[in-house]
């Protein structure tokens, strides 16, 4: 399956931005999804992730009530909502995919086996 993430930009503090990664080749309905985001000098870390039922879902402690994880498998698509958005949120984000019908979400980069291009965030103070 191929990703392709979009929808980053230069965004102001508090404002939003709403992430896009759509997928072809193959129907990710079957597959547990995943954002991640890596800054300069820093490790990439799961800042969302959602099971392949849409259910289960889990946000990291940075970004809790402010992101939201969706999906739409008749669009082929997974999304990530940023809301109140803050400097420290500035990165370079990526989807994930991981094929299976596991209940489970992943949070862990090395569970994940398809990965999209990248898009950057960037947020003005």
């Known amino acids: 399956v191929q990703l392709q993430a979009s929808g980053g930009g230069l965004v102001q503090a508090g404002g939003s931005l709403r992430l896009s990664c759509a997928a072809s080749?193959?129907?990710?309905?079957?597959?547990?999804l995943g954002w991640f985001r890596q800054a300069p000098g820093k490790e990439r870390e799961c800042v969302a992730a959602?099971?392949?039922?849409?259910?289960?879902?889990y946000y990291a402690d940075s970004v809790k009530g402010r992101f939201t994880i969706s999906r739409d498998n008749a669009k082929n698509t997974v999304y990530l909502q940023m809301n109140s958005l803050k400097p420290e949120d500035t990165a370079v984000y990526y989807c994930?995919?991981?094929?299976?019908?596991?209940?489970?979400?992943?949070?862990?980069?090395?569970?994940?086996?398809?990965w999209g291009q990248g898009t950057l965030v960037t947020v003005s103070s």
């Open positions: 959602i099971n392949w039922s849409g259910d289960g879902t």
């Open positions: 994930a995919a991981r094929p299976g019908f596991s209940f489970t979400y992943y949070r862990n980069q090395h569970d994940y086996n398809y």
């Open positions: 080749g193959r129907t990710l309905s079957s597959y547990a």
